[in-house]
């Protein structure tokens, strides 16, 4: 079972700009059959080609414009700037794939985004489990996010990740994680509101 979710928060005064808007893609390798590693317990990169596939918004807004955007896998170092077409498909010719299950997620921003890599700080990291433990996916369940991977994102220049992208269980259920993958978060200020 994949799930998505990207978490927004709406702007204090003193938060800074606005971070750009953003979008949920999936990276897929073509041609297609990259081996799985499901018993992996770390990231497994291997040099794929493919595509990533931009996922139509939940709150309607549309795909990005035709052009250039930014796709952005913190967990794996992975930025690097992709042509889209208007129907949301951006090929590329060299990836840095994750082969574990659910792995393939990624932040597709717009072309001319700076991205700086950077570690969530410890109040980051309760802010983002929090909004995992609202997620029905995971039951609420605070085990859920035992050994939780976040890859945190910064766009605006404070430091801070303003998106993160998490690798963990995200299937929960009988007392057991039921299956693995990401989620990908977004921050303005300090109120957290998941979208999916």
Request: a negative charge; proline letters at 9%; glycine letters at 10%.
């Amino acid at each position: 079972m994949r799930r998505f979710a990207l978490v927004l928060l709406s702007a204090t005064a003193s938060a800074g700009p606005a971070a750009p808007k953003a979008w949920i893609g999936v990276f897929r390798p073509n041609p297609p059959g990259l081996p799985p590693c499901g018993d992996c317990d770390k990231p497994t990169i291997v040099g794929a080609t493919g595509e990533v596939i931009v996922l139509s918004p939940s709150d309607g807004r549309p795909l990005p414009d035709a052009g250039d955007v930014t796709l952005v896998q913190p967990l794996l170092g992975m930025n690097v700037v992709a042509h889209v077409s208007a129907h949301g498909r951006a090929p590329v010719p060299l990836f840095a794939a994750d082969r574990r299950d659910d792995a393939n997620t990624v932040l597709v921003l717009p072309g001319d985004a700076r991205v700086v890599f950077v570690t969530p700080n410890a109040r980051d990291v309760v802010l983002i489990d929090a909004a995992l433990m609202r997620d029905e996916s995971l039951a609420r369940v605070r085990r859920a996010l035992a050994g939780i991977e976040i890859g945190g994102v910064d766009v605006d220049g404070d430091h801070r990740p303003d998106y993160a992208i998490t690798y963990g269980c995200n299937a929960w259920a009988d007392g057991l994680c039921q299956g693995r993958g990401e989620f990908l978060l977004a921050r303005h200020g300090e109120m957290w509101t998941e979208v999916q």
